[in-house]
Nanobody, 123 residues
Framework: QVQLVESGGGVVQPGGSLRLSCLTS????????MAWYRQTPGKQRELIAT??????????DYDDSVKGRFTISRDNAKNTVTLQMSSLKPEDTAVYYC??????????????WGQGTQVTVSS
């Protein structure tokens, strides 16, 4: 059964930090490139951070908008991928999702997404 469960969002002041977690199905996770995406109302979902499978060194990459502030990591034993966010800005406000990269997980021919977790950065 496919599972993508994001958690850890909330309301934080500018300059603050949050740690997002994503619990995944083990069968998907261990061999997949994984990523965090975010979406704001009226805009397309954007890719912000990626991590390769352990067999490829768990290499990471980031969009310029979050580079130096966000850190993606994975724990294969727990089937989780984490996004540590610091120095948060109001423009980081969005719903955050995890999924595979470069294509989202497909279930019965359709893209599958979890419910996401809301991050709001506001004073």
């Amino acid at each position: 059964q496919v599972q993508l469960v994001e958690s850890g969002g909330g309301v934080v002041q500018p300059g603050g930090s949050l740690r997002l977690s994503c619990l995944t199905s083990g069968g998907i996770f261990r061999v997949s490139h994984m990523a965090w995406y975010r979406q704001t109302p009226g805009k397309q979902r954007e890719l912000i951070a990626t991590i390769t499978p352990p067999g490829l060194g768990s290499a990471t990459d980031y969009d310029d908008s979050v580079k130096g502030r966000f850190t993606i990591s994975r724990d294969n034993a727990k089937n989780t991928v984490t996004l540590q966010m610091s120095s948060l800005k109001p423009e980081d406000t969005a719903v955050y999702y995890c999924n595979s990269d470069p294509r989202p997980i497909s279930v019965n021919g359709a893209d599958y997404w979890g419910q996401g977790t809301q991050v709001t950065v506001s004073s």
